[in-house]
C-alpha cells in the first residue's frame, strides 16, 4: 500500500511568516494531492488540492505545489493568521487516499 | 443539503458491548468511507464502499462489520467492544471513481471502559 509521511510534525511560527509542511509518498499511480485541515474538536476540510497533470495551485494565501518524479508535494502558506493553527493532513491516492500523520501548525499572535 | 450526518456524537460503551454508528449522506456520492482517529494520529481507513451492496476492507478492519443497503446510508457495526477501539470515527463520502474531495461528517467520540 501506499507510504505517506509528513514533515515536519509540529510547526510553530509567529503571525505574518510562512509555512511549509511537506508530503512524501511512495505510490507512482497516485494522481490526486489534497491537503485537508482540522481544526480542535472538528471534522477534516479540504483546502486545496491539485492533480498530477499540474505542477502548482494557489488559493489566496495558500499554494500547493507537487514533484511528481521526487513523489511530494507542500503545501505553502503566506502571511499566517492565528486562525490558521490546525492539524494539516496531506491524503494522496489514486483511488483510495491515504491520509498523513498530520502536522501541528502553531501560530503565535 | 446536510452533507455528511452522523449518530450519536458520544457514546461510552461497556467492554463486550455492541453497538452501531450511523452514517447518511445526501449529495448523492457512490462512494463512502468509514476511519478512526486516535490522539495524535492521523486517519485510518477502516471498511470503504463503492455503491450500494459493494464493501471492502480498509487498513485496519478487525473488530468491525458495514452494509451498504442503499447510496445514502453506510453503517459501522462494532460487536464485542474493546478499550482498543477508543477512538474518534469519522465517516465521510465522495464522488468517485476519480479520486476527490471527501467530504467528513462530524465525527463521533467512542469510549470503550
Known amino acids: 500500500g501506499e507510504n505517506v509521511e509528513q514533515h515536519p510534525s509540529t510547526l510553530s511560527v509567529q503571525e505574518g511568516d510562512s509555512a511549509v509542511i511537506k508530503c512524501t509518498y511512495s505510490d507512482s499511480a497516485s494522481n490526486y494531492f489534497p491537503w485537508y485541515k482540522q481544526e480542535l474538536g472538528k471534522r477534516p476540510q479540504l483546502i486545496i488540492d491539485?492533480?498530477?497533470?499540474?505542477g502548482e495551485k494557489k488559493d489566496q494565501r495558500i499554494a500547493v505545489t507537487l514533484n511528481k518524479t521526487a513523489k511530494h508535494f507542500s503545501l505553502h502558506i503566506t502571511e499566517t493568521q492565528p486562525e490558521d493553527s490546525a492539524v494539516y493532513f496531506c491524503?494522496?491516492?489514486?483511488?483510495?487516499?491515504?491520509f498523513g500523520r498530520g502536522t501541528s501548525l502553531i501560530v503565535h499572535p | 443539503n446536510a452533507g455528511v450526518t452522523q449518530t450519536p456524537k458520544f457514546r461510552i460503551l461497556k467492554i463486550g458491548q455492541s453497538m452501531t454508528l450511523q452514517c447518511t449522506q445526501d449529495m448523492n456520492h457512490n462512494y463512502m468511507y468509514w476511519y478512526r482517529q486516535d490522539p495524535g494520529m492521523g486517519l485510518k481507513l477502516i471498511y470503504y464502499s463503492v455503491g450500494a451492496g459493494i464493501t471492502d476492507k480498509g487498513e485496519v478492519p478487525n473488530g468491525y462489520n458495514v452494509s451498504r443497503s442503499t447510496t445514502e446510508d453506510f453503517p459501522l457495526r462494532l460487536e464485542l467492544a474493546a478499550p482498543s477501539q477508543t477512538s474518534v470515527y469519522f465517516c465521510a463520502s465522495g464522488k468517485q471513481p476519480e479520486l476527490n474531495e471527501q467530504f467528513f461528517g462530524p465525527g463521533t467520540r467512542l469510549t470503550v471502559l
Open positions: 491539485i492533480r498530477s497533470n499540474v
Open positions: 491524503a494522496p491516492g489514486s483511488y483510495i487516499p491515504t
